[in-house]
């Protein structure tokens, strides 16, 4: 026991200070060590005892490598909720402002109250919300290994941690960690064995307080045990025998329904100025308009846009003239000479006659300019090509199954709409996913047909059909996986199904080995005659 503590109080420890300083090697450590204390119990190498603190151990360091990363706040929702936590601690509660994070007890009142102890808010949210969000694991596990054994309770929890939504969605949303308490608590509600009038009281409490907490929660909550309520009366009606066994009156479950509607719509009501009221009427309406179009043809489904023709209008070249140039004509005056006289030289005593020389008159030279007549271009007319317009009629692709076109990526990626769009890399993810999921199925198949072999209790069954059916209106129901999302409404069926998935790899293992077995039999048989 006290090696396991400090094994544990290691890991958590290591987790922690290696993710605040981000360092690579942590999901590693991680992962190695999920591996490890998972490979000793089924080895039978660790006490049974001690099994609650590994799994806590683990649970805290896989959301602490995701809320511990950095020195401020991890995840989606988690920021609008360290406003509205912010807010209530510097100026009160106050239940009148409209945000759908006011409306939870665990931002307005339980944030105060650790701010008062000292607490930064940052912390709250990045150390102990997950502290507190790790004790989930453990409180379904107390509640699997009363059903179904120590080992496979621990099985089933590590499946149920290990899924992505666990440490990567969920814990960046403060309020519904605080709030999954409450609905763990309700699984194990309906295992233990307990006085009726004790489960009331606390399956009404517990219900009440993650709606406080978390409407989201608090409402699926609500459908469960309206689906539970539901499922035993029809079980009843046509018999089912895994449903067949004690279980909480109708009359106390359905006084539990009244109780937690009536708490939860006073609450919502009055705080927020009842914005909440109105999203569950929108959700509602939603719903009813998702079943509206399963009624859809496919063709009124896929409405086609036929896009308009254009049509383009030909330029035509206006035609240019060009104005011939005309040259003026360039007179040159004529240079005129003056004629130069030359005195003559007398000369003593010979007398010489003078010459007279009489300078030549050069006439002048008039250029007449040569007239250029001018050259008129004619304009040359282009005449364009009229194309006309080409309308491009959209091909209707009618689905097989015309509620998948309506349905979000995800569901269609879990049907395997896109697999052969995905890498090489996504179809092995993908494939490793569906046998996952087989393995739920198939479980879900044994679970009916050899529930005596295990110790479920009525209620509990009952829920285990409701899970199954909240899974098959996500794929079934167009845009009803919206609502939250397909991966958290897997997350909350997990709540149920994750001791189904273990029983559907233990009976296909033994059933496998069991024809081996036989045909080995056959074969050596065979072989002597």
Known sequence: MKKAIALVLALITLTGIG????VAAIPYVVIAAVITVTALIALDKI???CYPIYIYGLALALLWQTSMLGSYIVGADIHGEFFAANKAIIGGWDLGYVSTGNTSLALGGLSQLLAKLGIGLVWQFKVLYPAMFAIVPVILYLAYSRMVGAKRGYFAVMFFAVTPVFFVEVVGIAKSMIAEVFLAALVLLVVVNIKSWKRILSISGVTVLASLCHYTIGLLMIIYLIGGLLTLLIGKVIRLKCLRGEHLSLKYSSLIVVVTLASAFLWFSNVADGRMIDNYIHVGKCVVGSVGILFESPLEMVEPEVAEPEVVEPEVAEPEVVEPEVAEPEVVEPEVVEPEVIEPEVVEPEVIEP????PEVIEPVIIVPEVIEPTIIEPVIIELEV???????PEIIVPELSYLYKQEPLVKTAIGLDFGDATTGGKGFRVLQYTMQLFLVLGG?????RYKRYKFTTDFASYVIVSFGLLGLCLFLPL?????NASRFYHIALFFLAPIWV?????VVRDVSRIASRTKVRIECLRKH
């Open 19 to 22: 993710s605040v300083n981000q």
């Open 47 to 49: 006490d049974g005892r």
């Open 355 to 358: 010459v007279i020389i009489v």
């Open 387 to 393: 194309i006309e317009p080409e309308v491009i009629v």
């Open 445 to 449: 198949i044994y679970f009916l047909l």
């Open 480 to 484: 009803f996986s919206t609502i939250i």
């Open 503 to 507: 029983i559907g790899v233990e009976e």
